[in-house]
């Protein structure tokens, strides 16, 4: 069972975000930030990375990088509600279900005026 943070902010469809290690921000750190739409610190992270390959010597660069990346791997996620905050979404709910599809379907069962958050201004034809 994996563990979801839903996410609301009036007029927008809910956002579900994952709990725990984010494996993409270790391996693609800055740029898996940014993919996310966390662009204030995937700009951070991209430009401690420009900053430690730059400034620190050869034998330090590598502890740096891969602390980095580990400190990445656990905020990840932490990083992707802190930017869904700056945009004004809202923590609501936490969901557990063993994927995404089945949190929001849980989260549409419990709250299900967010359903119209879903249909278009016009309606459905």
């Known amino acids: 069972m ?5 996410h609301l902010r009036p007029g927008a469809p809910p956002t579900l975000v994952r709990e725990g290690f984010a494996w993409g921000a270790l391996l ?8 996310h739409r966390a662009w204030i610190a995937g700009a951070i992270a ?39 905050a700056r945009r004004g979404y809202a923590l609501a709910h936490v969901v557990a279900a063993p994927d995404a599809d089945a949190a929001l379907l849980r989260l549409l069962t419990l709250r299900p005026e967010l359903g119209a958050a879903f249909v278009p201004a016009g309606g459905l034809r």
Not at 2 to 6: E, G, K, P, Q, Y
Not at 28 to 35: P, S
């Open 2 to 6: 994996r563990v979801f943070t839903a």
């Open 28 to 35: 693609f750190g800055g740029l898996w930030l940014l993919a």
């Open 46 to 84: 991209l430009a401690a990375a420009v900053l430690i390959a730059v400034l620190v010597p050869a034998p330090a660069r590598g502890i740096l990088e891969v602390g980095l990346a580990v400190g990445l791997g656990f905020s990840g996620w932490d990083l992707v509600r802190v930017a869904l």
